[in-house]
């Protein structure tokens, strides 16, 4: 774009190294070796207009990056000179503007020449964007509004056209610092939302969450009457104890023991259905029954529960029927409610296998979730009592997360995995190296992080190059051991690909010795070598 007036200070990125001149005919060119003094008077894509002091226009073309403002007055000097043309170079740092032309620069935007306007502007320079009045009146104010958060975060929201909020400034800092896990958050949802099987939020938030999936619905209203016919049945017996300060005692008992009666044949007769296998898988049905035999030990060490095959009520039955305190029975039919609602919320709240088939998948996956945590947050402020607490945060953290990650992808390729395989929670990143902007066709070549957080490796890079359907694969772990573990599974990794369709052309494991940084790696990453026509990068790989 070519801008006509030489007093506004609009910034743009050019190319500079050897500066090709041409002049018209009968003019005089500087000599080599002398320095000469000029102003930038145009600019236009690469190409730069000089005024020299005598007032001569050059005409100059860049070829290597150096920033230029129009108005800005620089030292040149002479390498070569012709009939033709000459070839210059500046003699100022490259990039660096002097206080007196930033404050020329915000005077001329009738803007404060403060000392944090001063650094916004030169921030600005550093970042590659216009320093023009629109762009600091648009800066400016969000310095002020958040005034401790570091300029650079902001500038890095502005230039991607990602809103200044609050919670995209704290998305961002999280990412790069490393800190962004939504499968904590996800995982501290579920927890939050498993103790709620006792209240009536309990019954409106799997409504909402669970409505999908109308067989994990049944199971958790199964199991809130399950709790709901114990708190009956023990309310039943504390109001109705014999008080030997009346003589209604015998009739009063009798009311009991019919209530409890009809309340365990209710319950059984609706739970009977309902086994623990439906919900949990077997090693969780293991570590469920271990905490509650952990716990019975406190007041039964020879004695040991058995839970497996068996239903909600009948391990519920078998409690009631043990020789200890009513508390420690509370205590132990508390863990079964809460272990069996985390599993069916975290099922339908983080990423299965299945969505990983392709990208469609994921988005409905991410899709649904946004949705699922906004009904959190109505349900959150529809409540008076104030209830959610720690729940509606998570919720509020998990949205911010999914449209941060939405705003990001409009000029970056990354996405989070927050998994569950099985019973374990699986934290996993995937970064596309290549610059979005270049990605513009079927065929090119496509580099890719996978940063894996697991239980028994810790953290993996996993580094992939793809064309077409040839892969190359570098593993990256923290230490020689774990690379030993990969090493005897890179075959079947090999067996999978080649099942799947890849080629894989090499595939290694080395320990990691640089850490990869999100910042300088990725969100700065300069424009990458290849040039790749349409983003098409496999999920199954």
Do not use: C, W
């Amino acid at each position: 774009m070519k801008i006509d007036n030489p007093k506004a200070y609009d910034k743009i990125s050019n190319n500079y190294s050897k500066d090709t001149v041409k002049v018209s005919d009968k003019v005089t060119l500087p000599k080599q070796g002398e320095v000469i003094k000029g102003e930038i008077v145009d600019l236009q894509q690469n190409n730069i207009k000089i005024k020299l002091s005598n007032g001569q226009i050059i005409d100059a073309k860049m070829t290597e990056a150096f920033e230029f403002f129009i108005g800005q007055k620089l030292e040149f000097f002479v390498k070569e000179s012709g009939t033709e043309q000459m070839l210059l170079k500046p003699l100022l740092q490259e990039g660096v503007a002097t206080t007196d032309k930033l404050i020329q620069i915000l005077q001329n935007a009738g803007l404060s020449t403060s000392k944090e306007n001063l650094e916004v502007v030169s921030k600005l320079i550093e970042n590659h964007m216009p320093i023009d009045k629109e762009t600091l009146s648009k800066v400016i104010p969000y310095t002020k509004q958040f005034n401790h958060t570091n300029v650079d975060h902001i500038l890095f929201l502005v230039k991607n056209n990602i809103p200044v909020s609050k919670d995209n400034i704290e998305q961002l800092t999280k990412m790069m610092n490393g800190e962004n896990k939504m499968v904590q958050n996800l995982a501290t949802l579920s927890d939050d939302l498993s103790l709620l099987i006792k209240d009536a939020l309990g019954s409106e938030m799997a409504k909402v969450l669970l409505k999908d999936n109308p067989i994990s619905k049944g199971v958790y209203d199964h199991i809130q009457q399950v709790v709901s016919s114990e708190q009956a049945l023990n309310a039943t017996k504390e109001a109705h104890e014999p008080n030997p300060i009346k003589g209604e005692e015998k009739a009063l008992l009798d009311t009991s023991q019919q209530i409890q009666k009809q309340t365990q044949q209710q319950s059984q007769q609706l739970h009977k259905d309902v086994p623990l296998n439906i919900v949990l898988s077997q090693k969780e049905v293991q570590v469920l029954e271990d905490e509650m035999n952990y716990i019975l030990k406190t007041e039964m060490k020879n004695t040991k529960i058995v839970i497996e095959n068996k239903t909600i009520s009948e391990v519920f039955k078998e409690i009631n029927e043990l020789e200890i305190s009513p508390s420690l029975k509370d205590k132990m039919k508390e863990v079964v409610a809460t272990k069996m609602t985390y599993a069916l919320f975290s099922k339908e709240l983080f990423i299965k296998k299945e969505h990983l088939e392709s990208p469609e998948k994921l988005n409905q996956f991410y899709e649904k979730l946004h949705e699922k945590v906004l009904n959190i947050l109505e349900i959150d402020s529809n409540n008076q009592e104030g209830k959610l607490g720690s729940l509606a945060k998570e919720a509020h953290q998990i949205k911010s997360s999914i449209e941060f990650m939405s705003d990001l992808n409009q000029r970056f390729n990354y996405i989070q995995f927050p998994m569950l395989f099985e019973d374990r929670l699986l934290h996993s990143e995937l970064y596309i190296l290549n610059d979005k902007r270049k990605i513009k066709g079927d065929k090119g070549t496509l580099t890719a992080l996978v940063a894996l957080d697991m239980v028994n490796l810790g953290h993996l890079d996993i580094y992939i190059t793809k064309a077409d359907k040839n892969v190359t694969i570098q593993f990256y772990t923290e230490n020689e051991e774990k690379s030993g573990l990969i090493e005897n599974k890179l075959f079947n990794v090999h067996n999978q690909l080649g099942k799947l369709g890849f080629k894989v052309l090499g595939i290694s494991v080395s320990k990691k010795e640089k850490t990869f940084q999100v910042v300088e790696d990725f969100l700065k990453r300069k424009e990458d070598v290849h040039e790749v026509k349409r983003f098409t990068f496999d999920m199954r790989a």
